[in-house]
């Protein structure tokens, strides 16, 4: 069974602290992306690999970074994380680069930053 | 560029009603065209995909019809249920977008009471 799973469901950070979300997929996928869901807006992709140690900026990279050091692991960072960082973070793996590629969707991690 | 547009919610319905949820789209190439489901607490799940214009995608009692000629997706089901009740995302992919990168729409909550 397709499995993505997300270190925390749940994270509380502080203004200005590096922030770490770490997303694992156990498919053998080539392709890992990170969205951020915010009401009214739907999901909006931060960031996205297509390979171990590549990674191409989405619609919304600014303040976030990412690392695909393995295959099945993708990190998404918050340098300095700011209020407007609060949101719920959405890991997903799909396997091709086809137009009818499924994507596979971790449980997600709701973030607050205060 | 790229967009997806979807009927506000919240929708609510009694359970044995029609469900509709409008979806039209913009994209430059040919798309695919998806959607997506989000159960309370958990990530996004793929309900239905349609790859070409006229194609019809149906799961679990739901169908959409792929319309080129008017740029929509709707959702449809002829007799929803209250384990129903979700947050569903339109969502497209197109070739302009780089591979299987999706667009999604704001997503429409539904609720279905008994």
């Known amino acids: 069974d397709v499995k993505v799973t997300q270190s925390s469901r749940y994270l509380v950070k502080r203004t200005g602290e590096k922030v770490f979300l770490e997303c694992v997929q156990d498919?053998?996928?080539?392709?890992m992306f990170w969205y951020r869901q915010d009401p009214g807006l739907g999901l909006r992709l931060i960031y996205f690999s297509y390979d171990v140690k590549m990674k191409e900026k989405g619609d919304i990279p600014e303040g976030y970074s990412v690392s695909r050091e393995k295959k099945e692991r993708f990190s998404l960072i918050l340098e300095s994380a700011s209020t407007n960082q609060t949101s719920m973070y959405l890991c997903?793996?799909?396997?091709?680069?086809?137009?009818?590629?499924?994507?596979?969707f971790g449980p997600g991690t709701r973030l607050t930053v205060l | 560029g790229d967009s997806v547009t979807q009927m506000e919610g919240p929708v609510t319905l009694s359970e044995e009603a029609f469900l509709t949820i409008n979806c039209t789209y913009t994209a430059t190439g040919y798309p695919s065209l998806f959607w997506y489901v989000q159960y309370p607490g958990e990530g996004l799940q793929l309900l239905l995909k349609a790859t070409k214009a006229d194609d019809k995608g149906s799961n679990k009692g739901f169908e959409a019809t792929y319309r080129k000629e008017t740029t929509s997706f709707h959702l449809e089901k002829g007799s929803v249920q209250v384990s129903d009740s979700a947050v569903y995302f339109c969502?497209?992919?197109?070739?302009?977008?780089?591979?299987?990168?999706?667009?999604f729409g704001t997503g429409t909550q539904l609720k279905v009471e008994l």
């Open positions: 498919m053998d996928h080539e392709n």
């Open positions: 997903a793996s799909s396997p091709e680069r086809t137009l009818t590629d499924t994507q596979y």
């Open positions: 969502a497209l992919s197109d070739r302009g977008g780089g591979g299987n990168k999706l667009t």
